[in-house]
């Protein structure tokens, strides 16, 4: 991505989708329960590529939403680890849209914060890989 779309230059996103009309509240905008199940997921790539294998969600340490998603908007989901503990992995995600209104602009739209754990196949926290192996 360049930064002519106004989205941050030299970062990939690891999820892109556009804001479809049966996410909607009452209000017309986008459900944020559904804009949280997508940082839920963008969230889950790095952790599950830096943790080797399956991870869960353990907790959402934040997740701020700064301006309202509309339908159209194309959304860029931005993760990576910021922590990696035992078992436990710390992700920050920046979510960002791309709107037409009239000309095309970006949007930072919301961030969270939040926590997975590496587990093993009967479910169970299994220490993350060191780096690099």
Do not use: C
Not at 3 to 23: I, K, S, W, Y
Not at 28 to 40: K, P, S, Y
Not at 41 to 47: K, L, Q, Y
């Amino acid at each position: 991505m360049s930064h002519m779309d106004g989205l941050p230059e030299g970062r990939q996103p690891v999820l892109r989708l556009p804001a479809t009309p049966q996410n909607t509240n009452a209000g017309g905008d986008i459900f944020g329960g559904w804009l949280m199940a997508q940082v839920d997921i963008a969230g889950s790539i790095p952790a599950v590529l830096r943790a080797e294998g399956r991870v869960v969600t353990a907790a959402v340490r934040s997740m701020s939403f700064l301006k309202p998603v509309r339908v159209g908007d194309l959304v860029s989901l931005y993760a990576e680890v910021i922590k990696v503990g035992r078992s436990s992995l710390q992700v920050a995600v920046e979510v960002w849209v791309q709107r037409r209104a009239p000309v095309l602009e970006a949007l930072r739209v919301a961030e969270a914060e939040l926590v997975y754990v590496a587990i093993d196949d009967a479910g169970r926290p299994r220490p993350v890989p060191p780096a690099g192996t």
